[in-house]
T-cell receptor, first 113, second 109 residues
Framework: NAGVTQTPKFQVLKTGQSMTLQCAQD?????MYWYRQDPGMGLRLIYYSASEGTTDKGEVPNGYNVSRLNKREFSLRLESAAPSQTSVYFC????????????FGQGTRLTVV | QKEVEQDPGPLSVPEGAIVSLNCTYS??????FMWYRQYSRKGPELLMYTYSSGNKEDGRFTAQVDKSSKYISLFIRDSQPSDSATYLC?????????FGKGTRLHILP
């Protein structure tokens, strides 16, 4: 029972470097989400994808891009990392037609120095 | 004004007490309400969800939604030290899920 799998679990980047956070789900869910979590800020939505081939901006999309590669995979890319992007990133997936819960991955702890 | 407001705490209560956690919201389009629990260094896990106004009970947990006041609550009865965690309310209009900031709860043995 893998559920939602995020890679990597930890990453340290230098300012200006790029990287892609990977997320895959095996529950055949149509909706997928990327959130960042900072102390005292809760979970803030970066981007979401309601179905394969569609993506939409959330509350804090600046500095990020996403790709919904197929129904299983939803990646988040930082083109030029900044210290303000130091955070814990969570991917989630949900079967919206059934209004079921959103399942979360275990998170990626990213530090930009 | 943020769409979802939640007091971040921390909230400390003695073991066995009844805990009340609350959120307010501003968007009347929200129709689906959830409570998640998050332990340190873990992803959030769903505790309860509901679509409508009223109460929903699951063991020691009761979720309450008042759409007329745009107010939701989570009650924990007979609180245990293992309930110590961050509790996040979440709401959904249709196509995305918006979270509150989370309330850190400490249950004192």
């Amino acid at each position: 029972n893998a559920g939602v799998t995020q890679t990597p679990k930890f990453q340290v980047l230098k300012t200006g470097q790029s990287m892609t956070l990977q997320c895959a789900q095996d529950m055949n869910h149509n909706s997928m989400y990327w959130y960042r979590q900072d102390p005292g800020m809760g979970l803030r939505l970066i981007y979401y994808s309601a179905s394969e081939g569609t993506t939409d901006k959330g509350e804090v999309p600046n500095g990020y891009n996403v790709s919904r590669l197929n129904k299983r995979e939803f990646s988040l890319r930082l083109e030029s990392a900044a210290p303000s992007q130091t955070s814990v990133y969570f991917c989630a997936s949900q079967n919206r037609q059934m209004y079921t819960e959103a399942f979360f991955g275990q998170g990626t702890r990213l530090t930009v120095v | 004004q943020k769409e979802v407001e939640q007091d971040p705490g921390p909230l400390s209560v003695p073991e066995g007490a009844i805990v009340s956690l609350n959120c307010t919201y501003s968007n009347s389009a929200f129709q689906y309400f959830m409570w998640y629990r998050q332990y340190s260094r873990k992803g959030p896990e769903l505790l309860m969800y509901t679509y409508s106004s009223g109460n929903k009970e699951d063991g020691r947990f009761t979720a309450q939604v008042d759409k007329s006041s745009k107010y939701i609550s989570l009650f924990i009865r007979d609180s245990q030290p293992s309930d110590s965690a961050t509790y996040l309310c979440a709401m959904s209009p249709d196509d995305k899920i918006i979270f509150g900031k989370g309330t850190r709860l400490h249950i004192l043995p």
